[in-house]
């Protein structure tokens, strides 16, 4: 199975911050990685396919890049809205897995 | 707008079935793969089965393989996972999600609200 390593799994930052998340990859995934954002008690939200394109709907503050094995997911201007948890998924091979999870917190 | 809604969870005893339903709404339901998620209680997603646009092929993690049965009705929007043999580890919100596109190598678009399943005595 192909592992999904993200870091950090947790982060602190304030309102306007810019942030990044990591994901590794335990091979390589031919740029078959999704990102989504999760609140507590609330169903995932999908936010980026393919590595870097957006999906419809996901607000453009939202980006993603990397290649091979390794992956970001970058935040600009942080507001309240945002602070959830994040987690990559790669879908090159099954079972299709996740990371760990990166919680997003108000510093 | 395409919308997915989850039901058939709930409470039963180690050992017992269980089968969930995902009804869709908003997209042609044979042009899709699908399948779905699970998020035990303070824990991470984790991927557990899905299906292709046709039907004719599954896909399983392997800690429900032999245990677990994806299978969808496209003319109704349909997807269902139908739970054997469940234990404590399988207690979890079950998420069904669309996929985006025909293909199985597409990613996760729309997700359902989720379905509680709890399993004990």
């Known amino acids: 199975d192909i592992q999904m390593t993200q870091s950090p799994s947790s982060l602190s930052a304030s309102v306007g911050d810019r942030v990044t998340i990591t994901c590794r990859a335990s091979?390589?995934?031919?740029?078959?990685l999704a990102w989504f954002q999760q609140k507590p008690g609330k169903a995932p939200k999908s936010l980026i396919y393919?590595?870097?394109g957006l999906q419809s709907g996901a607000p453009s503050k939202f980006s993603g890049s990397g290649s091979g094995t390794d992956f970001t997911l970058t935040i600009s201007s942080l507001q309240p809205e945002d602070f959830a948890t994040y987690y990559c998924?790669?879908?090159?091979?099954?079972?299709?897995?996740f990371g760990q999870g990166t919680k997003l917190e108000i510093k | 707008d395409v919308k997915l809604l989850e039901s058939g969870g709930g409470l039963v005893q180690p050992g017992g079935s269980l089968r969930l339903s995902c009804e869709g709404s908003?997209?042609?339901?044979?042009?899709?793969?699908m399948g779905w998620v699970r998020q035990a209680p303070g824990k991470g997603l984790e991927w557990v089965s899905s299906?292709?646009?046709?039907?004719?092929?599954?896909f399983y993690a392997d800690s429900v393989k032999g245990r677990f049965t994806i299978s969808r009705d496209s003319s109704k929007n349909m997807l269902f996972l139908h739970m054997n043999n469940l234990t404590a580890e399988d207690a979890a919100v079950y998420y069904c999600?669309?996929?985006?596109?025909?293909?199985?190598?597409?990613?996760?678009?729309?997700w359902g609200q989720g379905t509680q399943v709890t399993v004990s005595s």
């Open positions: 999600a669309k996929v985006m596109g025909i293909a199985v190598r597409r990613p996760f678009d729309y």
């Open positions: 908003g997209f042609t339901s044979s042009s899709y793969g």
């Open positions: 299906i292709s646009a046709s039907g004719a092929t599954p």
């Open positions: 091979q390589g995934i031919n740029n078959y």
């Open positions: 393919d590595a870097s």
């Open positions: 998924q790669q879908y090159d091979t099954f079972p299709h897995t």
